[in-house]
Each structure stands twice: as structure tokens, then as C-alpha cells.
């Protein structure tokens, strides 16, 4: 199935908790984007997010790191549409060094997957 993509850089506007550190909640929104994405390109509307079935944590995610998150539709029934979803942290910011160092990770490190299903209602779907 398709896969879609978005790349975003953790501001300090995203930091929630001391240290920089980014809320959870954040990696949901970003998987919400990418949903709204994948219901545009299958049903040509937007749809709704009704409800996560699985959420898992897997590292922290600081202010100034930069965030893949990447979701596909992996079943479908006549209005629902189940994905699955997984956010990647490909640079790291590197405050310890200087305020603007940053290292690209060779090899992302994982830390949030997720699955949830969404729904276009029959009327909306155009494709």
C-alpha cells in the first residue's frame, strides 16, 4: 500500500517537560496529519480519526530534533480505513556541544508507533 511521509523539526514551542522534552501528544498530531493525507489520497476527503488502538513510546524526542513520521493503510472496510503509523527521529539536536550543532542519525532510532482506525462516510468518499 501506499506510504506517506512528513518531516518536522521539534521547535521549543513543542518542549512540554524540563529538558526540552517534546510531549508524546505531539507524535500523535503528527500521525493525525499524516491520516488526513493518506483519506485524501484513497477517498479524495479528509475523514475523520476515530480512535487509536495502539500506542507505544519508544525514545524521547527533544526541542530541535527532527521527526519522520510515516503512516499506510493496511486494511479497509466500506467507510473505514485501519493504518498504522511510525515516528523516527533522523536528527538530533546536540545542545551539549553548541546551540546550533545537530547530528544526522545514519540510522533513524524509532520513538512512537501507533494504530488507529479512520472513517470517510459513503457520501464523502469521491474516489
Same mark, same amino acid.
Given at each position: 500500500?501506499?506510504?506517506?511521509?512528513? &518531516?518536522?523539526?521539534? !521547535?521549543?514551542?513543542?518542549?512540554?517537560?524540563?529538558?526540552?522534552?517534546?510531549?508524546?501528544? &505531539?507524535?500523535?498530531?503528527?500521525?493525525?496529519?499524516?491520516?488526513?493525507?493518506?483519506?485524501? &489520497?484513497?477517498?479524495?476527503?479528509?475523514?475523520?480519526?476515530?480512535?487509536?488502538?495502539?500506542?507505544?513510546?519508544?525514545?524521547?524526542?527533544?526541542?530541535?530534533?527532527?521527526?519522520?513520521?510515516?503512516?499506510?493503510?493496511?486494511?479497509?472496510?466500506? !467507510?473505514? &480505513?485501519?493504518?498504522?503509523?511510525?515516528?523516527?527521529?533522523?536528527?538530533?539536536?546536540?545542545?551539549?556541544?553548541?546551540?546550533?550543532?545537530?547530528?544526522?542519525?545514519?540510522?533513524?532510532?524509532?520513538?512512537?508507533?501507533? !494504530?488507529?482506525?479512520?472513517?470517510?462516510?459513503?457520501? !464523502?468518499?469521491?474516489?
Amino acid at each position: 500500500m501506499e506510504e506517506v511521509m512528513i &518531516r518536522m523539526r521539534m !521547535s521549543s514551542h513543542d518542549a512540554h517537560y524540563g529538558g526540552n522534552l517534546v510531549d508524546g501528544a &505531539r507524535m500523535l498530531g503528527l500521525f493525525g496529519d499524516v491520516a488526513t493525507e493518506l483519506l485524501i &489520497r484513497r477517498d479524495g476527503d479528509e475523514g475523520l480519526f476515530v480512535a487509536y488502538d495502539k500506542v507505544e513510546f519508544k525514545a524521547p524526542v527533544y526541542a530541535g530534533d527532527y521527526i519522520e513520521a510515516v503512516g499506510r493503510i493496511v486494511s479497509e472496510g466500506n !467507510s473505514s &480505513r485501519k493504518m498504522e503509523f511510525e515516528a523516527r527521529k533522523v536528527i538530533v539536536a546536540r545542545p551539549e556541544i553548541s546551540a546550533s550543532a545537530a547530528d544526522f542519525l545514519e540510522e533513524p532510532v524509532v520513538v512512537c508507533i501507533a !494504530s488507529g482506525t479512520c472513517v470517510v462516510p459513503k457520501a !464523502s468518499q469521491r474516489k
